[in-house]
């Protein structure tokens, strides 16, 4: 039987990020991949100019879709941008106990574009971190959800166990915006 993984998340036309990169990694895995993007971008490899919503009701008719004709292995969910698009997943997850659940709070871009608004930063919170096998901020996201600021690895230990109490089974802080070496730093809930 293959392995199926289900990407919600922006569509990056470039290739390097989003729907996109997600599919790469699925096939270079030899999982089949699915896509359901829940914003569009206009970006390069340079900058990102525009982002764009799709619409609530069309991410949820392409949810349906394929939990309706496709057993699904695993989810991980992107930019979803807006908290109408976090509520729509979270409903859809739920209703269909999605396994393998990996929450990326993708915040903001490398070039400074906000990929995700406030509201739908604590609805991602409140909503899909309490289904997630995994959540796997980097070190501006860990200290957005933690509310402390990341300067050691002490301190990022403090924050896994922070965002531990929002529900998510595991926690991965990574490591590619710490000082030094990219060290991703993991929490179970015990180590």
């Known amino acids: ?25 699925f096939t270079l895995y030899g999982v089949y991949g699915l896509a359901v993007p829940a914003a569009l971008t206009a970006q390069n490899t340079v900058a990102a100019f525009a982002v764009k919503a799709v619409p609530p009701d069309f991410i949820r008719a392409q949810l349906e879709a394929v939990f309706a004709d496709i057993e699904i292995g695993a ?36 070039s400074g574009k ?37 300067e050691s690895r002490r301190d990022a230990e403090k924050a896994a166990r922070i965002i ?4 998510p089974a595991n926690i991965i802080i990574k490591g590619g915006h710490m000082p030094g070496d990219a ?4 929490f179970d809930g015990r180590e």
């Open 114 to 150: 906000r990929l995700l608004k406030k509201d739908a930063a604590d609805a991602l919170a409140t909503q899909l971190f309490p289904l997630a096998t995994v959540v796997t901020p980097n070190r501006d996201e860990a200290e957005y959800y933690s509310g402390i600021k990341i």
């Open 75 to 110: 989810v991980k969910t992107g930019m979803l941008l807006t908290a109408d698009a976090v509520d729509v997943v979270a409903d859809v997850m739920a209703k269909y106990g999605a396994a393998n659940l990996v929450i990326d709070p993708v915040t903001i871009s490398s």
């Open 164 to 167: 531990k109490k929002m529900g």
């Open 183 to 186: 060290t991703d730093l993991l």
């Open 1 to 25: 039987m293959t392995k199926t993984a289900l990407t919600i998340a922006g569509s990056d036309p470039s290739g390097g990020a989003g729907i996109q990169a997600d599919l790469k990694v």
